[in-house]
């Protein structure tokens, strides 16, 4: 009995929910910051899986040290870890780019090299270039993932500047 209500519990905390037809349903979307002429709204698309965002300074005006933070607790070890990024608007692709996070002889942040079951927390300035964004809506695919293309963190984001 003890081995089942364990089982539930994990099942409880990991899943988004079932809609009661077998299917599971969406983690929320979450607001990152909604001021200054900008809105930026997120959902995980890690069916496993949700995490934590938020911006410091929400301008359309985006300065070029964005001060973020970013919380989630680890499912594989990070001794590599990239980030792919995808920018549409209007069914077309913007910008798509990829940036190595961690490498295993180069690691530029504190949770590189953090284990399975480890929390990751940072907090702080993310270098990117100062841009004014233009009015409009556009959707963001952010993926983190290891060396192994393990899953860490996904995310479906909308920007609306206005």
């Not at 910051?33 to 934590?52: A, H, K, M, W």
């Not at 990117?128 to 009015?135: E, H, L, S, V």
Request: proline fraction near 5%; charge should be negative; include cysteine.
């Amino acid at each position: 009995m003890k081995a089942f209500t364990a089982v539930l519990l994990i099942w409880t905390l990991t899943s988004p929910g079932s809609s009661g037809d077998g299917r599971r349903e969406a983690w929320p979307t979450h607001l990152a910051c909604r001021e200054g002429g900008l809105e930026v709204l997120y959902q995980s698309c890690d069916p496993l899986q949700d995490f934590g965002f938020s911006m410091d300074q929400c301008s359309k005006q985006l300065k070029s040290n964005l001060n973020i933070r970013f919380g989630i607790i680890l499912r594989e070890d990070i001794k590599e870890l990239f980030l792919d990024v995808a920018l549409t608007a209007k069914g077309s692709s913007i910008l798509n780019f990829s940036y190595p996070v961690c490498e295993e002889d180069q690691p530029k942040f504190s949770f590189c090299g953090r284990r399975k079951g480890e929390q990751i927390y940072f907090a702080g300035p993310v270098n990117n270039p100062g841009i004014d964004i233009p009015k409009g809506e556009y959707q963001v695919l952010l993926e983190l993932y290891t060396g192994s293309h393990a899953t860490v963190a996904c995310a479906n984001a909308t920007i609306i500047s206005f």
